[in-house]
Each structure stands twice: as C-alpha cells, then as structure tokens.
C-alpha cells in the first residue's frame, strides 16, 4: 500500500522568466556574467573589486552567492556548505503526471513539462560524500540511480530516451535554514546565503526583507533568519 500528500495549491514556476519580470517591473541595472572578487570598505561606502578587472562602488551591498559566499568572505565558511544537485530529463513522453512530485522525504523530485519531457533529480541522500563541492558534473553512479527510481516507481517511464542529465550546485546551511546577516568588518553589507535548495521558495520573502534592512527599515522576521555563530559545519553533521 502507497500514501500520498496532495497540495492542490502546488505548482511549477519558471525561474528564470520569473528573475526577467522582476528585473523589468523594478528598473534595476543588471551587470551580467561579472565576477566580484573581493569586497572592500572605502570611506562611508562598500567597493565591489571585480574579478576581471575595474570596480563597482556602493553605498550598501547585499551578497548573495549561495554557497560561494566563502570566496567572498572565508570568515563565514561554516555558515554554508556545497552540495550538488543532479538532473536528468527524458524524450518527450505520454502525459505521466499532473503536477509536481516528491518522494523519499523529498530526496526524489520531478515533474513533466508541457512538452511531455520528464524532468527528474536528487538521490543525493545515497552518494552523501561525493556530493559534496564546487565540481558541476553529473556521475555515473548517481544518474544510475536516477534512471532506476524511473524503472521502479514509473515503469512506463523505465525504457525512454534520456535527453539530458545535468548538475548544480547549491548552498546549504548546517540546520536547514536560510541566514541573513550583516558581513563582519563590513559596514553596509548584508549577506544571504544558506538556502538549503529551497532558493524559489524563500527567494522573493528574503529579498523583501534584504531590502528593507538594508534601507534601515527592518522587518520583524528577518530577526528569525540572523547570523548562528554557534551553528557551523565545524560542530555540525552534514546537512544534505
């Protein structure tokens, strides 16, 4: 026998059309595919030394890398850790699924796009220690287990064409929760990072409460996301 927890109000979000509409609603200027290699204190701002060269100034700053907050600022490695994510995505398929899923406590996600392609990702819980790092690459042993789950628990799935398989890296903190913190020695900047591969879920919250801490109006709940000294990966277990 199988169970199951419906949430009628679940769905999909495309983030990278969602980041496109904010960034027009909002009138920002986007600097992309700029490296930052440091941060520096000048007077009463922040520098932005960027990593091909020349500079950014600003009077506050808001970074947030994910889990390469550490190249940025070394003092705060134990706050966050990487861990990578692995994908695949089969041929376009017969309709196998309404909405989205996870199973394995969440270990196991997918989805199937409109095009009828099966996107599916995790297993991560079964290769703890080679998960762990900056390499982006999909592993042999992983994506085995990938296609396996298919075979199990999609049969009708078990025998399709993989199109694709693909990695990311993500940033997870040593509790499962997000942090939201001022940057030590740095006036001005704050720093987000943590977000544990929950990144749409938090995102749009946490970059309100950014914001408004960073114009000197905080709100209540970032209060609940602040700095854990005492909560690192040095005196933790792996979170994954």
Known sequence: ???ALVVPEGGAIDPVRLVRQLVAASGATVHEGVAVERVDCEGNGLRLQLRAGGSLGAERVLLAPGPRLPELVPELSGQVRPI???????EPLPTLLSRPVYSHEG???????????????????????AEVGYEDATTRALQADLKRYLSTHLPDAAGAAIERRWS????FSPDGLPVLSEVPGRAGALYATGF???????????GLLAARRLLGRPDEASDLFGERPNLNFAAQADVL
Do not use: E
């Open 107 to 129: 270990y196991f996600y997918l989805r199937q796009r409109a095009d009828g392609r099966l996107l599916l990702g995790g297993a991560r819980h079964l290769h703890r220690a």
């Open 196 to 206: 544990t591969g929950h990144g749409m879920g938090y995102g749009v919250r946490f």
């Open 1 to 3: 026998m199988h169970g």
């Open 84 to 90: 990578r994510a692995q994908m695949l995505a089969t």
């Open 168 to 171: 990311g890296t993500m940033g």
